[in-house]
């Protein structure tokens, strides 16, 4: 099984950027979407952004215009870029990635604190 490490995270103030990566311990080819997904605290986990194997991209409204996600199949690593971040989107981030057979990875998770 392939084995999705997160990075990048960390505390920025707000109007800050971060880029988060992830990086599959095997091919990325074999997913047919990666993707970000985020919890706060007390909230349920969801969707922030995901890319297809050809390119199609789901954004969350709230996060449409600010985040950006990429894959670079050749370095099997996605990667989260994320400007203009709010205290609202401090959340544990979690790379994720559905296989052709419908199986999911999640990685271990990588902390995201906007505050001042």
């Known amino acids: 099984q392939v084995q999705l490490v997160e990075s990048g995270g960390g505390l920025v103030q707000p109007g800050g950027s971060l880029r988060l990566s992830c990086a599959a311990s095997?091919?990325?080819?074999?997913?047919?979407?990666m993707g970000w997904y985020r919890q706060a605290p007390g909230k349920q986990r969801e969707l922030v952004a995901t890319?297809?194997?050809?390119?199609?991209?789901n954004y969350a409204d709230s996060v449409k215009g600010r985040f950006t996600v990429s894959r670079d199949n050749a370095k099997n690593t996605v990667y989260l870029q994320m400007n203009s971040l709010k205290p609202e989107d401090t959340a544990v981030y979690y790379c994720?990635?559905?296989?052709?057979?419908?199986?999911?990875?999640w990685g271990q998770g990588t902390q995201v604190t906007v505050s001042s």
């Open positions: 890319m297809s194997s050809v390119g199609s991209t």
């Open positions: 095997g091919t990325i080819s074999r997913f047919h979407t």
């Open positions: 994720n990635g559905r296989s052709y057979s419908g199986s999911y990875s």
